[in-house]
DNA sequence: TCTGGGGTCCTAGGACCC
DNA sequence: TCTGGGGTCCTAGGACCC
């Protein structure tokens, strides 16, 4: 049976749902004029998360760093992110959404996927997503682009045609026309690394992409990519709308220092910092994490990384700290300078450890009191915020 | 200009087992 | 005495997404 989905993208997320709650406190609109969200202004370590359309038509993009984007636009107008009114934003979106399919899928928190099959019988899927994306304009203040398509790839190549405030199709019959002469870059999961393989083979265009022998595309890119880079280039994505929620596989947390740091007491301040963060969350989501990896990275961003497997899952902040500073130890020389560090846990299980040892970590009862201080500090410090 | 933070998936080589 | 082939798990590294 031939589908039709619809994937709706929030335009300039982060700076768009800025713009709706500065507008509610009687500001001015930061969407009219060169705007971005970014961290810290002060940090020069600090990026561009999200640009306003004028900001993007001077040059800004995102992940651009802010340093740089003031340098363009010396007017530019910063403002700072706040993750909990965007999570409201988000659910606010998400669930206008819902009232048109029960088949969706939350694919970042600004883009979610709909299968509108049973719903367009009989519709015109065009007025639909119309009607769709003009209710989250009037009702929540701010605009989304709905691509429509034959499947999720389609969809989501559509969505991302002319901006703001669009609606755009892509069926399996306009591919030639609409994708085909758009760079492979344009293509999803086609990245810097893989254009720049494609590009010096003499492939520009998705619709050289779409030509290209199977052969040649393995030998570039591996045999599992090819052949999805080459269903994908052709308008071909068999994959479902997938409306379970997967759990987790990882959490992580890292932190990029104001200058490269080499004393080690710096280091470790970071690494308990993030292994606090980190065993906090799994504790929190009830894992226990039977790997734990660690990484540093260098002024030349390139990256150093260790991980090792615990003999027992574990969520106890010291256990997973102590790993990472072993593992620091054998990748770091003490000296180095160092640009950030981050930690990770992996091989999650709910399960609760069977304590297989008689004799029982003395230290233990005390790590797991300071994890349950911890937890608590933190839990009042949310509902403060509340 | 000098590059954040949080995820997922894939590949390749080595260890180990049958 | 020297040899094979397949499967699985682990680790390091790298690509992509938002």
């Known amino acids: 049976m031939s589908r039709i989905i619809f994937h709706i993208d929030v335009n300039s997320a982060f700076l768009s749902w800025t713009a709706v709650k500065m507008v509610m406190e009687g500001k001015p609109d930061i969407r ?20 306003s359309i004028p900001a993007k038509k001077l040059g800004i993009k995102t992940a651009q760093p802010v340093s740089m984007a003031l ?23 998400i669930s206008i959404c819902r009232r048109y399919s029960p088949l969706l899928q939350q694919f970042s928190i600004d883009e979610c996927f709909i299968d509108m099959t049973l719903r367009c019988q009989g519709q015109d899927p065009v007025a639909l997503a119309t009607q769709l994306k003009d209710e989250i ?4 203040g701010f605009t989304v682009n709905v691509g429509v398509g034959s499947n999720k790839l389609l969809a989501k190549m559509a969505s991302d045609f002319e901006k703001p405030d ?14 085909w002469p758009l760079g492979v870059r344009d293509l999803l ?65 890292e932190r990029t220092f104001s200058r490269d740091y080499t004393d080690p007491k710096d280091i ?6 993030v292994a606090c963060i980190v065993a906090h969350r799994i504790r929190r989501d009830d894992f226990r994490a039977s790997t734990v990896s660690m990484f540093i990275k260098h002024k030349d961003f390139s990256v150093q990384q260790k991980q090792t497997s ?24 003490g ?6 560090v981050g930690l990770g846990v992996s091989k999650l299980t709910h399960e609760n450890a069977v304590q297989m040892s008689l004799f029982e970590d003395p230290k233990l009862e005390y790590y797991r009191e300071w994890d349950r201080q911890y937890d608590e500090q933190r839990a009042r410090a949310e509902d403060a915020r509340q």
């Not at 304009?137 to 929540?140: A, F, P, R």
């Not at 690394?193 to 083979?201: F, G, M, P, S, W």
Request: charge should be negative.
């Open 137 to 140: 304009k009037s009702e929540l």
């Open 335 to 340: 000296q180095t300078p160092i640009r950030q």
């Open 71 to 93: 340098r363009t636009c010396p007017s530019l107008v910063l403002v700072r992110g706040d993750w909990e009114w965007y999570k409201r934003c988000s659910e606010g979106f």
């Open 166 to 179: 669009k609606v755009h199709t892509l069926w399996e019959n306009e591919v030639p026309q609409k994708m």
């Open 268 to 273: 470790d301040r970071a690494l308990f910092n």
């Open 189 to 253: 999961w086609v990245g810097k690394k893989t254009e720049e393989r494609l590009t010096a083979y003499g492939i520009h265009t998705i619709e050289d992409l779409a030509k290209l022998e199977m052969g040649s595309l393995t030998r570039l890119v591996g045999h599992k990519f090819a052949q999805q880079l080459h269903e994908n280039a052709n308008g071909r994505d068999d994959s479902p709308v997938e409306t379970e929620v997967a759990e987790a596989k990882s959490y992580s947390a």
């Open 32 to 51: 009219l004029v060169p705007s971005v969200v970014s961290g810290d202004p002060n940090d020069r370590r600090s990026i561009v998360t999200a640009a």
């Open 310 to 333: 615990l003999s027992q899952p574990t969520d106890v902040t010291a256990i997973i700290l102590n790993e990472a500073r072993r593992m620091l130890g054998e990748i770091w020389d």
